[in-house]
């Protein structure tokens, strides 16, 4: 159940409402969000400080709750409590909250507590970022922070490196180099963007080999906020020699019909004819 955004001076409804703000060019709000923080009972925010930045430039004086990933259970509870009967508004310092970004405890359990929830769409830097890097845009996926070890961050970019879509994740700018070493190690060859301060003045979208930009950014040491792109694997050329190779594997414990669909999916081979080799090295 959503609540319910009222006409222009009207109360709202009680509720939680989960609004996005600008990732940095303060002209970015919409006009519903405005409207929603004018005329909500109070602001729940991970920074009360940059939230009051934002509510002044809108000329909008509200309570504002701190909630970020260290508050406690019975806060939660009582913000919670609070939506029974007034209207509250979720922010985070920039963009759509929860992405990254504290608030999936409170929206979770406010669902449980059958409070009426509203999402107001907005600035998001990840999709912004996606959209100026040129990278392919039909598949990707959002996989948020880099670990900041070096060897948890080599792995996740293993065990990420094999799915076919553009990965996106957020970096720190003194972390940067680092990622950017680990991806010419891990995933050489692969069209990388670093897109950094979006929205704002010095807003950049530069794109290369891991390789390029790790000696861009050596020598000019990166600021502000950013996202970092990494284009899909190759596609790679499959022929009937390893296709009966798949499906000789497969067939040890596969039926002929879910070997061929597995070879199938991998190669990008037609089915029918992978079925029909798969009955002959079955009967072989």
């Not at 970004?101 to 769409?121: H, K, N, S």
Request: hydrophobic residues 40%; charged residues 25%.
């Amino acid at each position: 159940m959503a609540a319910t955004v009222s006409e222009p001076n009207e109360p709202l409804s009680p509720g939680l409402y989960i609004v996005a703000t600008p990732i940095g060019n303060l002209g970015d709000i919409t006009v519903r969000a405005s409207r929603v923080l004018s005329q909500c009972d109070g602001i729940a925010c991970e920074d009360t400080r940059v939230t009051q930045k934002l509510v002044r430039h809108l000329g909008i004086s509200k309570p504002l709750w701190r909630y970020d990933d260290h508050s406690a259970p019975n806060d939660r509870a009582r913000l919670i409590e609070s939506m029974r009967d007034r209207a509250v508004a979720l922010v985070s310092d920039a963009g759509m909250p929860l992405v990254s970004d504290p608030g999936f405890r409170l929206v979770r359990e406010a669902r449980e507590a059958g409070i009426p929830i509203t999402a107001l769409p907005g600035a998001n830097a990840p999709l912004t970022a996606l959209a100026l890097s040129g990278l392919p845009n039909d598949r990707f996926l959002f996989a948020g922070f880099l670990p900041s070890k070096d060897k948890a961050r080599a792995e996740v970019l293993q065990e990420l490196g094999i799915v076919r879509s553009t990965l996106i994740f957020f970096e720190t700018s003194p972390r940067l180099t680092k990622s950017l070493s680990a991806i010419a190690k891990v995933l050489p060859g692969r069209e990388v963007a670093v897109a950094r301060e979006l929205t704002k003045f010095y807003e950049e979208c530069r794109s290369g080999t891991a390789e390029e930009l790790l000696e861009h950014y050596q020598s000019h040491p990166p600021k502000g906020e950013i996202v970092l792109l990494v284009g899909p694997p190759p596609e790679v050329a499959h022929d009937a020699a390893d296709a009966d190779e798949m499906l000789r594997e497969l067939l040890e414990t596969e039926k002929p019909s879910q070997a061929a669909a597995q070879v199938a999916k991998v190669t990008g081979l037609d089915r029918k004819t992978l079925y029909a080799r798969a009955m002959e090295l079955k009967s072989q």
